[in-house]
């Protein structure tokens, strides 16, 4: 019986990413026994990775793909499978002077002909020379790189044919590219994020030292997939970069087994995890019908939140549930950050938990301030505080004029550090869009300071503004959510459309009945809800369950609902409302 890597070091003092190059990192920490640890869907241990045994596999590999023609600089797309060999192939083009370009599976996609396109998108953006797959998407190779000048592409099997390179590798330059990171593509068809070795060893750092505080002992687990920037810098760089014990469950496994998460923390006595909202909230769903008994989370000291916006009510709904089998209040740690950053940028102190901030919505958009409540407060929003911006990283929020703005003042965030990404590879044009001469990264994000700390409150993109007033797409989308029984996290988008006189508020909603009443009293009740919450009209649009597009990272891609929308992509369900439905 195969036992994981064990959480200690002994007699390895702990690093924190003060490397040059990420392949040092990996050289370091085969000097101990902590490694990677690969789970199936069942919580069964498939493969056992230490960091000695990954260094050897990796460097033997690197000299393969130099013999098969690979250059140092040479991009190489690798389909980013939760598997050892996705591994192997990413550290080895590390020690080849190579530069990886992790590649989504195809979960998010709409089938194989839309998966395919995107694929051979993403490979002409990154002007990759190799393409490597799991042997699961083999017998769609073909299709992916027909007509694309490429040196060489398959599965990593055939690399072992070959006899490997014997002489010296190639130097790795700490100013060079280590890898590329395509963007979630919430608002635009994902870039290539070109970060360099430096930036990256920068944002491992300070991740590691100022915001999780890792020490020896530690263990991190994780569901996020190695295409994102969360699954790939936060949950397999990072923990090597401080010589720190991964379990790993593929992410498709998680989606069906949530509980497992929790299962092997206990089990394991992992101490570090993120997860984006609706991580947690699907735990919660879960825990309502499968049993936790001998779950025991005490081990849990940095129970990571971030990559979309932070929903306060599953903050506490999660707390509520696990709290009694040794989930910590203080465990939470609230973050924010991007890949055009490497990964984080603010993180909550550790041991601090959710801190929250509740302000009145009314003066939040009309006048873009974040006050508190006062008595005469007819309705309130709670936001999540993201905390402090990590050492060496500057912000400031700004208005249309390019004005700092100050606390409590709703802007555009802008940041500025050495964790920032150096351009969107092969696109100038982009590149000068988000980063100013003097180093500043328009984030696109919208929000507030408050006692140093960030608060999001939106995506610029994503605002709706209708008869003067600034109205967030998600307040309306998680209202909706939270007050009608039949809808789920992810069941609602809203977005603006031009209208005869205004912008037209347009809801759709996944709609899981067949029965036409019930589908009417479903349109009427958000309506309803809409009109009485906010005091908005809209239209609301329901549509087929499955049907909302979503980002390669799981989030809900407002603009390509709001395109398909304009393109009549969707197939709305008939609903015969009564005469009188959402009358004023």
Same mark, same amino acid.
């Given at each position: 019986?195969?036992?994981?890597?064990?959480?200690?070091?002994?007699?390895?003092?702990?690093?924190?990413?003060?490397?040059?190059?990420?392949?040092?990192?990996?050289?370091?920490?085969?000097?101990?026994?902590?490694?990677? =640890?690969?789970?199936?869907?069942?919580?069964?241990?498939?493969?056992?990775?230490?960091?000695?045994?990954?260094?050897?596999?990796?460097?033997?590999?690197?000299?393969?793909?130099?013999?098969?023609?690979?250059?140092?600089?040479?991009?190489?797309?690798?389909?980013?499978?939760?598997?050892?060999?996705?591994?192997?192939?990413?550290?080895?083009?590390?020690?080849?002077?190579?530069?990886?370009?992790?590649?989504?599976?195809?979960?998010?996609?709409?089938?194989?002909?839309?998966?395919?396109?995107?694929?051979?998108?993403?490979?002409?953006?990154?002007?990759?020379?190799?393409?490597?797959?799991?042997?699961?998407?083999?017998?769609?190779?073909?299709?992916?790189? /027909? $007509?694309?000048?490429?040196?060489?592409? $398959?599965?990593?099997?055939?690399?072992?044919?070959?006899?490997?390179?014997?002489?010296?590798?190639?130097?790795?330059?700490?100013?060079?590219?280590?890898?590329?990171?395509?963007?979630?593509?919430?608002?635009?068809?994902?870039?290539?994020?070109?970060?360099?070795?430096?930036?990256?060893?920068? =944002?491992?750092?300070?991740?590691?030292?100022?915001?999780?505080?890792?020490?020896?002992?530690?263990?991190?687990?994780?569901?996020?997939?190695?295409?994102?920037?969360?699954?790939?810098?936060?949950?397999?760089?990072?923990?090597?970069?401080?010589?720190?014990?991964?379990?790993?469950?593929?992410?498709?496994?998680? /989606?069906?087994?949530?509980?497992?998460?929790?299962?092997?923390?206990?089990?394991?006595? !992992?101490?570090?995890?993120?997860?984006?909202?609706?991580?947690?909230?699907? !735990?919660?769903?879960?825990?309502?019908?499968?049993?936790?008994? $001998?779950?025991?989370?005490?081990?849990?000291?940095?129970?990571?939140?971030?990559?979309?916006?932070?929903?306060?009510? @599953?903050?506490?709904?999660?707390?509520?549930?696990?709290?009694?089998?040794?989930?910590?209040?203080?465990?939470?740690?609230?973050?924010? $950050?991007?890949?055009?950053?490497?990964?984080?940028?603010?993180?909550?102190?550790?041991?601090?938990?959710?801190?929250?901030?509740?302000?009145?919505?009314?003066?939040?958009?009309?006048?873009?301030? /974040?006050?508190?409540?006062?008595?005469?407060?007819?309705?309130?929003?709670?936001?999540?505080? !993201?905390?402090?911006?990590?050492?060496?990283?500057?912000?400031? @929020?700004? =208005?249309?004029?390019?004005?700092?703005?100050?606390?409590?003042?709703?802007?555009?965030?802008?940041?500025?550090?050495?964790?920032?990404?150096?351009?969107?590879?092969?696109?100038?044009?982009?590149?000068?869009?988000?980063?100013?001469?003097?180093?500043?990264?328009?984030?696109?994000?919208?929000?507030?300071?408050?006692?140093?700390?960030?608060?999001?409150?939106?995506?610029?993109?994503?605002?709706?503004?209708?008869?003067?007033?600034?109205?967030?797409?998600?307040?309306?989308?998680?209202?909706?959510?939270?007050?009608?029984?039949?809808?789920?996290?992810?069941? @609602? /988008?809203?977005?603006?459309?031009?209208?005869?006189?205004?912008?037209?508020?347009?809801?759709?909603?996944?709609?899981?009945?067949?029965?036409?009443?019930?589908?009417?009293?479903?349109?009427?009740?958000?309506?309803?809800?809409?009109?009485?919450?906010?005091?908005?009209?809209?239209?609301?649009?329901?549509?087929?369950?499955?049907?909302?597009?979503?980002?390669?990272?799981?989030?809900?891609?407002?603009?390509?609902?709001?395109?398909?929308?304009?393109?009549?992509?969707?197939?709305?369900?008939?609903?015969?409302?009564?005469?009188?439905?959402?009358?004023?």
């Amino acid at each position: 019986m195969i036992e994981p890597t064990p959480s200690q070091h002994p007699g390895q003092a702990t690093r924190h990413a003060d490397f040059g190059v990420i392949a040092e990192a990996l050289d370091f920490a085969a000097q101990g026994p902590t490694g990677i =640890n690969f789970y199936s869907g069942k919580g069964a241990l498939t493969e056992v990775l230490p960091y000695s045994v990954l260094r050897v596999q990796a460097l033997d590999l690197a000299r393969r793909m130099i013999a098969a023609g690979l250059e140092p600089g040479d991009r190489v797309g690798l389909v980013a499978e939760s598997d050892g060999d996705f591994v192997r192939a990413f550290f080895a083009c590390q020690y080849a002077a190579l530069v990886p370009a992790p590649l989504p599976l195809p979960a998010a996609f709409g089938g194989k002909d839309s998966y395919i396109s995107h694929l051979r998108r993403l490979i002409e953006s990154a002007d990759a020379v190799a393409v490597f797959v799991p042997t699961t998407l083999e017998k769609w190779l073909d299709d992916v790189v /027909a $007509g694309l000048d490429l040196k060489i592409s $398959g599965t990593l099997a055939p690399l072992y044919d070959i006899e490997p390179f014997v002489g010296d590798l190639p130097s790795q330059d700490p100013e060079g590219l280590s890898y590329l990171q395509f963007s979630s593509g919430s608002t635009r068809f994902p870039l290539g994020i070109a970060v360099t070795q430096r930036a990256f060893m920068a =944002n491992a750092s300070s991740i590691s030292r100022d915001g999780l505080g890792i020490r020896d002992g530690d263990r991190a687990i994780s569901w996020l997939p190695f295409y994102h920037d969360m699954g790939l810098v936060g949950f397999l760089l990072t923990p090597v970069t401080c010589q720190m014990s991964l379990d790993i469950i593929p992410t498709r496994e998680f /989606a069906r087994r949530p509980l497992l998460w929790l299962n092997l923390i206990s089990r394991n006595r !992992c101490t570090v995890s993120f997860s984006p909202s609706f991580g947690y909230d699907l !735990c919660v769903r879960r825990a309502e019908t499968a049993s936790t008994e $001998g779950i025991d989370l005490s081990s849990w000291r940095s129970a990571g939140i971030g990559g979309d916006m932070i929903r306060p009510n @599953v903050l506490t709904r999660f707390l509520e549930r696990f709290a009694p089998i040794g989930f910590s209040a203080g465990a939470f740690v609230p973050s924010y $950050g991007m890949a055009e950053a490497t990964l984080g940028l603010s993180f909550m102190r550790p041991g601090q938990g959710a801190l929250y901030d509740t302000i009145d919505v009314a003066v939040l958009e009309t006048a873009q301030r /974040a006050v508190p409540p006062s008595e005469t407060t007819s309705r309130a929003r709670t936001f999540i505080k !993201c905390g402090y911006m990590l050492p060496g990283h500057d912000v400031e @929020v700004r =208005n249309e004029a390019d004005a700092v703005l100050p606390d409590r003042h709703v802007g555009r965030i802008m940041v500025r550090g050495p964790s920032l990404m150096t351009c969107y590879f092969g696109a100038p044009e982009e590149t000068a869009r988000v980063l100013t001469d003097q180093g500043w990264l328009d984030t696109g994000d919208l929000g507030y300071l408050v006692d140093g700390q960030i608060v999001i409150t939106g995506r610029a993109k994503d605002l709706i503004i209708v008869n003067g007033r600034n109205l967030w797409p998600q307040d309306l989308e998680w209202t909706a959510e939270a007050e009608v029984a039949a809808l789920r996290s992810g069941d @609602v /988008a809203v977005f603006s459309v031009d209208g005869e006189t205004d912008e037209e508020v347009v809801a759709l909603v996944q709609c899981r009945t067949a029965d036409p009443a019930a589908r009417a009293a479903l349109a009427v009740e958000i309506s309803d809800i809409f009109r009485g919450r906010h005091g908005l009209n809209s239209n609301i649009v329901l549509v087929p369950p499955h049907s909302l597009p979503q980002t390669s990272s799981g989030k809900l891609s407002r603009s390509r609902a709001r395109t398909m929308y304009l393109a009549d992509a969707f197939s709305p369900l008939s609903v015969a409302l009564p005469a009188d439905a959402g009358a004023e």
